[in-house]
């Protein structure tokens, strides 16, 4: 795993239907992806062995196929596909693009891995449950 920090940005006008913000990112231990669909396009029927999938829709409105059966998602909704488990994206808008942001793990999720601080200074933190929230910025 890489140490530090990196940064990228979601790029809607992208030429390639796939962006991998994984690899822009230097991520090792999950795959985040854009996926933009122009009207009519869908992407290869497909499963992953090992790897679960969960679709956030950016903008437009996403046909999800799960072992042949549809469902319709439109922006801000989201779907989790299970491994060995046939998917397609398709977008089936004739007049707008669909956004996606595809997200890919294999390893369980480690949970409750945290440390907070009360300040940038502070060396030794406690789990982030037991730290309380700081008080909001006035602006």
Do not use: C
Not at 79 to 84: L, Q, S
């Amino acid at each position: 795993m890489e140490t530090g920090v990196s940064y990228a940005k979601l790029d809607p006008d992208h030429p390639e239907r796939f962006l991998s913000l994984r690899r822009e990112l230097g991520v090792t231990t999950i795959g985040i992806n854009q996926i933009r669909l122009r009207p009519g396009q869908r992407g290869r029927i497909h499963l992953h062995h090992h790897q679960e999938e969960v679709f956030l829709v950016l903008a437009g409105t996403l046909t999800l196929g799960v072992e042949g059966e549809e469902r319709v998602l439109t922006q801000g909704e989201l779907a989790r596909v299970a491994p060995g488990v046939k998917r397609q994206l398709v977008n089936r808008d004739p007049n707008a693009d669909v956004l996606i942001l595809a997200l890919g793990g294999a390893n369980e999720h480690v949970g409750r891995d945290g440390e907070a601080f009360t300040s940038w200074d502070q060396e030794t933190g406690a789990p982030p449950q037991e730290v309380p929230l700081p008080e909001d910025e006035a602006l």
